[in-house]
Every structure is written in structure tokens, then in C-alpha cells.
């Protein structure tokens, strides 16, 4: 199966592209934008994918309250795009949507059944990105949380929670991390391997929930990470108000539980192994 992955420079992206190794067809912003419907479906078209997967997006949160006409254009309208290429070829689709669809007052693990109801423009615009994947007949709309893995988030500079705790322990003395905002750390590589069991496994369409099994806040996720590393650095509380980052609206508790896949792993044991990812690649740097 020839699948076309679609911001495949992205954190996400680049762990799809190693799991379907010679099989992946990558695409990122420098080969397509998804805005573009004309463009988009000739490269399709033209690269001829059995199935397409979509992990491109606006995701820069703060940034999209006051840029919602680019959020809603890639978040929305650019699966729109996506939708009528694949209707078109008559392919899957694998769109990979978030946790901020849900508003955070469930308190309790988030399922494929609970109903979305988002806070803030992000979570809005993604909502509305999934409605638009779901005409597709054989759809999967894959909800995923904090993201984490060696090769960073490109939008954020090639960082990412693990990467930024790393640098503090090697530059700081103390750090504070928020210890009310839960969500489920989940694994690039692990989510991928997920995903491809998913296309490839004839799994009926519908909506995924794929994340490491467990939750935590910011703060546990932290400490997890000075434990398993050995770093002397402090580690202080933060308690964030209900609006943060001039009256950004975030979801307080965001776990993620599947009742139609099983488990991914603990994030603590993908996390162990994500670190020592970083220690290999850190030997090469020196």
C-alpha cells in the first residue's frame, strides 16, 4: 500500500514516513499546500497513493486566536481539500486531529464516544477539519496528545516538552511546571505504528483516540523526566489560572482512552526509551 503522507516534515509526519519506510510517499509544505485545492489534487494525482494520511496543520495555539482565518483555512478548509482529492481517487483518508476538541470537565479519560466541545479556536477549527475527513467513506479521524519524540516539532523550532526540560536541566537551577493541566504523552514512533495498524488492519471507519496509556500533568511528566535522567535541577509547582497566555481558554484534563484499539504502552516506558534516543543522538552532536 503506496500511502501519501501529507506534512511529512512534522514530528508526526517523519515518524510515518520511517514506519512505512519504502511505501511512504512524503509530502510537506515545500511539495504542497493543502490550501491549494488545484495544486493538491494534481501532485495527488500524480503520485497515485493507495491511501492518504494528513498530519498538516495550524497548530500553534496562542497563534491561532489571533490568526483564525489561517487556522481555519489549514485546520479546516485545507481537509476540505484533502477530502475531495481522496473522494475523487476514491482512497482512504487518515486525519489526525487532537485532544483540544474536548473542553477538559469530563475529568476522567477521554473516549472515541464522549462529545467534542472545544474552548478555543484551535480545538474549533480541528473539530470542524474532522467533520470535513469523515465524508470520506473509508475514513479515520485519529485524536492525538502531547506529542513527544527525537526529532522535535518543527513548527516550534525542532522542540518539544522533553526537549525543553533537557535544555532547563542543563541550564538552569530551577524550573516551575504547571501540576493542573493533565493530558496523555504519546510517543511519535509509538502513534505511528498505531496509525499504520489501523489503515492497514481493516479497522471500520470512525474516530481514534491513540495516545500512551496513562495520563499525568506537566509537572509529573517532568519529574519523570529529571528521574529517569538524573538531573539535579528543582522542580517547583505551577498553578495555572482558568485563563492563561492573555485569556487563551485551554482544556484542564485531556486524557485520552480508546475502547476500539488496545493500549499503547505506559508513556514512562516510551518515555525511557525517547530519552535514550536523545542521549544517541547528543553522542553524534559531540
Given at each position: 500500500?503506496?500511502?501519501?503522507?501529507?506534512?511529512?516534515?512534522?514530528?508526526?509526519?517523519?515518524?510515518?514516513?520511517?514506519?512505512?519506510?519504502?511505501?511512504?510517499l512524503p509530502l510537506d509544505i515545500g511539495d504542497v499546500d493543502i490550501?491549494?485545492?488545484?495544486?493538491?489534487?494534481?501532485?495527488?494525482?500524480?503520485?497515485?497513493?493507495?491511501?492518504?494520511?494528513?498530519?498538516?496543520?495550524?497548530?500553534?495555539?496562542?497563534?491561532?486566536?489571533?490568526?483564525?482565518?489561517?487556522?481555519?483555512?489549514?485546520?479546516?478548509?485545507?481537509?476540505?481539500?484533502?477530502?475531495?482529492?481522496?473522494?475523487?481517487?476514491?482512497?482512504?483518508?487518515?486525519?489526525?486531529?487532537?485532544?483540544?476538541?474536548?473542553?477538559?470537565?469530563?475529568?476522567?479519560?477521554?473516549?472515541?464516544?464522549?462529545?467534542?466541545?472545544?474552548?478555543?479556536?484551535?480545538?474549533?477549527?480541528?473539530?470542524?477539519?474532522?467533520?470535513?475527513?469523515?465524508?470520506?467513506?473509508?475514513?479515520?479521524?485519529?485524536?492525538?496528545?502531547s506529542l513527544f519524540g527525537a526529532g522535535g516539532c518543527v513548527g516550534?523550532?525542532?522542540?518539544?516538552?522533553?526537549?525543553?526540560?533537557?535544555?532547563?536541566?542543563?541550564?538552569?537551577?530551577?524550573?516551575?511546571?504547571?501540576?493542573?493541566?493533565?493530558?496523555?504523552?504519546?510517543?511519535?514512533?509509538?502513534?505511528?505504528?498505531?496509525?499504520?495498524?489501523?489503515?492497514?488492519?481493516?479497522?471500520?471507519?470512525?474516530?481514534?483516540?491513540?495516545?500512551?496509556?496513562?495520563?499525568?500533568?506537566?509537572?509529573?511528566?517532568?519529574?519523570?523526566?529529571?528521574?529517569?535522567?538524573?538531573?539535579?535541577?528543582?522542580?517547583?509547582?505551577?498553578?495555572?489560572?482558568?485563563?492563561?497566555?492573555?485569556?487563551?481558554?485551554?482544556?484542564?484534563?485531556?486524557?485520552?482512552?480508546?475502547?476500539?484499539?488496545?493500549?499503547?504502552?505506559?508513556?514512562?516506558?516510551?518515555?525511557?526509551?525517547?530519552?535514550?534516543?536523545?542521549?544517541?543522538?547528543?553522542?553524534?552532536?559531540?
Amino acid at each position: 500500500m503506496k500511502v501519501a503522507i501529507i506534512g511529512a516534515g512534522g514530528q508526526l509526519g517523519r515518524e510515518l514516513v520511517k514506519t512505512f519506510g519504502k511505501d511512504a510517499l512524503p509530502l510537506d509544505i515545500g511539495d504542497v499546500d493543502i490550501r491549494d485545492a488545484g495544486p493538491l489534487g494534481r501532485i495527488l494525482a500524480d503520485r497515485n497513493p493507495d491511501a492518504v494520511i494528513n498530519t498538516a496543520a495550524f497548530h500553534n495555539v496562542p497563534a491561532c486566536e489571533t490568526e483564525g482565518e489561517t487556522a481555519f483555512a489549514v485546520n479546516a478548509l485545507g481537509v476540505r481539500n484533502i477530502r475531495d482529492a481522496c473522494l475523487e481517487r476514491n482512497v482512504p483518508l487518515v486525519h489526525i486531529s487532537t485532544d483540544y476538541v474536548f473542553d477538559g470537565r469530563k475529568n476522567a479519560p477521554y473516549t472515541e464516544e464522549d462529545a467534542p466541545h472545544p474552548l478555543n479556536v484551535y480545538g474549533v477549527s480541528k473539530l470542524a477539519g474532522e467533520f470535513f475527513a469523515r465524508h470520506v467513506p473509508r475514513h479515520y479521524v485519529v485524536r492525538i496528545s502531547s506529542l513527544f519524540g527525537a526529532g522535535g516539532c518543527v513548527g516550534k523550532g525542532g522542540t518539544n516538552f522533553v526537549k525543553l526540560m533537557l535544555e532547563a536541566a542543563r541550564t538552569r537551577k530551577r524550573v516551575a511546571v504547571s501540576s493542573n493541566i493533565f493530558s496523555s504523552p504519546t510517543y511519535a514512533p509509538d502513534a505511528a505504528g498505531r496509525i499504520r495498524e489501523i489503515l492497514e488492519g481493516g479497522f471500520p471507519s470512525g474516530i481514534y483516540h491513540v495516545a500512551n496509556d496513562g495520563g499525568c500533568s506537566w509537572y509529573e511528566f517532568a519529574a519523570e523526566i529529571f528521574r529517569l535522567t538524573g538531573a539535579t535541577i528543582r522542580l517547583e509547582e505551577r498553578t495555572e489560572t482558568p485563563e492563561i497566555e492573555g485569556g487563551l481558554r485551554r482544556p484542564w484534563y485531556t486524557v485520552l482512552h480508546s475502547l476500539k484499539t488496545a493500549p499503547l504502552r505506559p508513556w514512562q516506558d516510551a518515555l525511557a526509551d525517547n530519552l535514550a534516543e536523545e542521549r544517541r543522538l547528543l553522542s553524534r552532536v559531540e
